[in-house]
């Protein structure tokens, strides 16, 4: 029995967005291929490494800020609020006394969080939300600031406006 011949199966490769070229030559992009999962399919992607909005704001924002930065980062990953990226398989739950004390801190970490966000009542409660969305999440500042309804480059100043004030409210009651 003779076999027929398959047809190969073409695929077209769309063309992909790419950076702006003033984004490309300013940024820190790198180019990269990602392996689609179901088409085994290879795109080519650039990958900004510039960092987070705040590394990026660098000497806009000062020391008193970067401090107020670094304690709620420390409080959001003793309280277990990070995002994973992987599951725990396997995780080791620790046979000493470490567990009482580890459960405290975390306990007291939430107390804290919820503690800073309430020096933020009503309608400043979406300020906060701004700060976490940007310190946290590493969200640009040009999206959560057109969260409050700003477009551009005026999205940005708004957020920067807002991580400093947040910044400042939290320093002024925690006296750091």
Not at 103 to 126: K, T
Not at 148 to 171: M, N, P, Q, W, Y
């Amino acid at each position: 029995m003779a076999r027929g011949r398959s047809k190969k199966r073409q695929l077209q490769i769309e063309a992909l967005e790419t950076p702006p070229v003033a984004q490309v030559i300013n940024g820190d992009f790198t180019r990269d291929f990602v392996t689609h999962s179901e088409t085994n399919t290879n795109a080519m992607v650039y990958r900004n490494n510039g960092g987070s909005p705040v590394r990026r704001w660098g000497d806009k924002i000062d020391d008193t800020h970067h401090k107020i930065i670094d304690h709620c980062l420390v409080l959001w990953s003793i309280a277990g609020c990070q995002q994973r990226v992987t599951a725990q398989y396997g995780q080791r739950i620790p046979g000493s006394g470490n567990s009482e004390h580890a459960c405290n801190r975390e306990i007291d970490a939430r107390e804290q969080l919820h503690r800073i966000r309430d020096y933020f009542p009503g309608q400043l409660a979406d300020y906060f939300v701004i700060f976490e969305n940007v310190v946290r999440h590493e969200i640009p500042a040009g999206v959560a600031g057109a969260s409050r309804e700003f477009e551009g480059k005026a999205a940005s100043a708004r957020a920067l406006t807002i991580v400093r004030f947040v910044c400042d409210v939290i320093a002024s009651y925690e006296r750091i």
